[in-house]
């Protein structure tokens, strides 16, 4: 995997947000899968900062899903996954082991009935708990 450097990339949530999507956009032209990490929710999350939290994740859908999405799907059929790489709840400050909320979407893609994500319904719905993470990517690549 190559891993492209943009400029005024920080983790947080004064992170370049436009570089990231360009440069995922910019991989899409070349490369059949894209990854995108983005910090600044779990940043928020240790920071105890809720406002923050809820505005970071904000602009990973407007800023890096939404136009990332687009962009994949004008390249022909694609999938998308979405997910934390773990669970950090401000009011703790530091991470846990509890299941993290995911969306998958796209072509091929069973559709389910939830009507949100998020990781109170995750810790709740064990059917939507996918415990080994190859399983996980086996939905996004199958």
Known sequence: MKAPTVEGATGT?????????????KALETDDF???????PDECGHQGDLEGKVRSIE???????????????????????????????VKLRTHVGNPVPFLISGNGVFEGDAERISEIKANEDPDLVVDEGHKLIQLLFY
Not at 34 to 40: D, G, K, N, T
């Open 13 to 25: 949530i004064d992170t370049n947000w436009t570089g990231k999507a360009e440069a995922a956009k």
């Open 34 to 40: 894209v990854m995108v990490h983005i910090e600044a």
């Open 59 to 89: 602009l990973v859908d407007s800023e890096i899903v939404g136009p990332i999405w687009r962009k994949s799907k004008e390249m022909g059929p694609a999938r998308i996954l979405i997910l934390p790489d773990h669970y950090t709840p």
